[in-house]
């Protein structure tokens, strides 16, 4: 059974940045395909960036190109999202999700993720 939780969350000023983790526990850490995505109550779900099982290809939405990172752990069955130069816009709860690694490539559908984690919150203020 995978089980997913996310720490790191918090407050933070605009311009500044946090490290959100993201741990799997269950199964073999290496075989998946991790995703970030985040929420504001009321709005749809967000694809904010994924990861692939080496690590060596993300995939990022438009919105955070360029202040936000993603990277992996094999080792300590981690994923990270480096958040710098955080906006309000960026408030919202952050989720992590896995899919098994199938060889076609990252998605920022968030269908095609089958477990998540319970989220954690990210809040900016102005």
């Known amino acids: 059974q995978v089980h997913i939780v996310e720490s790191g969350g918090g407050l933070v000023q605009a311009g500044g940045s946090l490290r959100l983790s993201c741990r799997l526990s269950g199964r073999t850490f290496s075989f998946y395909i991790m995703g970030w995505f985040r929420q504001v109550p009321g709005m749809e779900r967000e694809f904010v960036g994924a990861i692939s099982w080496r690590g060596d290809t993300t995939l990022y939405a438009d919105s955070v190109k360029g202040r936000f990172t993603i990277s992996r752990d094999n080792s300590k069955d981690t994923v990270y999202l480096q958040m710098d130069g955080l906006k309000p816009e960026d408030t919202a709860v952050y989720y992590c999700?896995?899919?098994?690694?199938?060889?076609?490539?990252?998605?920022?559908?968030?269908?095609?993720?089958?477990?998540w984690g319970q989220g954690t919150q990210v809040t900016v203020s102005s």
């Open positions: 999700a896995a899919q098994i690694s199938a060889g076609l490539g990252l998605t920022e559908d968030e269908k095609t993720y089958p477990w």
